[in-house]
């Protein structure tokens, strides 16, 4: 397995509406792209700094992952994601290894992207998320 860069950095907020004029205004960063990912009750919102993005995650249901991480810990950063070349590969070589998965096959992610979630308990407590662009 080979991770390529850090695909993006993943911060929960409780409101769109109210943190992209933050990144935008302040910070001078351009919001790309609002999506929503209606199997992770989520809407995400991205902004590219160099050759990494930031997701900014907004839950649309408070029992999905996004409503229940703010609720325990507040908003903040919830994951960092990196690029790999083939995912499914990543995480057979990762569960031979002893890593604990949250998913056992890559899943669709916002912008498309295949995707899946390693375990924080195997990763020092972060939630550590593998991806990569479909063929």
């Given at each position: 397995m080979k991770l390529t860069k850090i695909e993006h950095i993943?911060?929960?907020v409780k409101d769109l509406s109210v943190a992209i004029p933050?990144?935008?205004n302040t910070l001078g960063l351009k919001c790309y792209a609002i999506e929503e990912v209606a199997e992770q009750k989520v809407r995400t919102?991205?902004?590219l700094?160099?050759?990494?993005k930031i997701e900014l995650l907004e839950s649309t249901d408070p029992e999905?992952?996004?409503?229940?991480?703010?609720?325990?810990?507040g908003e903040g950063v919830q994951h960092i994601a990196?690029?790999?070349d083939g995912v499914a590969n990543a995480l057979a070589e990762l569960?031979?290894?002893?890593?604990?998965l949250i998913d056992k096959a890559p899943r669709k992610g916002a912008e498309g992207l295949n995707i899946a979630f390693l375990h924080p308990k195997s990763t020092f407590?972060?939630?550590t998320e593998l991806c990569e662009k479909p063929e």
């Open positions: 993943g911060i929960a933050f990144y935008e919102a991205f902004f700094v160099g050759d990494t999905g992952p996004i409503g229940k991480f703010i609720e325990k810990k990196f690029a790999v569960s031979e290894k002893g890593v604990q407590g972060v939630l």
